[in-house]
Nanobody
Framework: VQLQASGGGLMQAGGSLRLSCAASGRTFSSYAMGWFRQAPGKEREFVAGISWRSTSTYYADSVKDRFTISRDNAKNTVSLQMNSLKPEDTAVYYC????????????????WGQGTQVTVSS
């Protein structure tokens, strides 16, 4: 599968953005999907993950109750709705996939899309 992320941009604190990731291939529903982010000078952070059939999700404590991950297997897309944005959410966001993987296991994600920049101003 190949991944293409979009939807980043510049937003004021308190605002919302929605990131989308389009996947190629016919076996999208067999991949656990996730979103990661990396801010300048910081390690990559696992933000959210979702199971194959959307029955289970994972969120980092830093985004819990503000971000929502979802997927549409019919459209081969995964999205990240980001609400109540904070300046510390500024980062490059990446979508990622793992074949038949465990959605909450960050180390299992082996397929990466290009990043999309999210900048939150105070």
């Amino acid at each position: 599968v190949q991944l293409q992320a979009s939807g980043g941009g510049l937003m004021q604190a308190g605002g919302s953005l929605r990131l989308s990731c389009a996947a190629s291939g016919r076996t999208f529903s067999s991949y656990a999907m996730g979103w990661f982010r990396q801010a300048p000078g910081k390690e990559r952070e696992f933000v959210a993950g979702i199971s194959w059939r959307s029955t289970s999700t994972y969120y980092a404590d830093s985004v819990k109750d503000r971000f929502t991950i979802s997927r549409d297997n019919a459209k081969n897309t995964v999205s990240l709705q980001m609400n109540s944005l904070k300046p510390e959410d500024t980062a490059v966001y990446y979508c990622a996939a793992q074949w038949l993987g465990t959605y909450y296991y960050a180390g299992g994600y082996t397929i990466w899309g290009q990043g999309t920049q999210v900048t939150v101003s105070s």
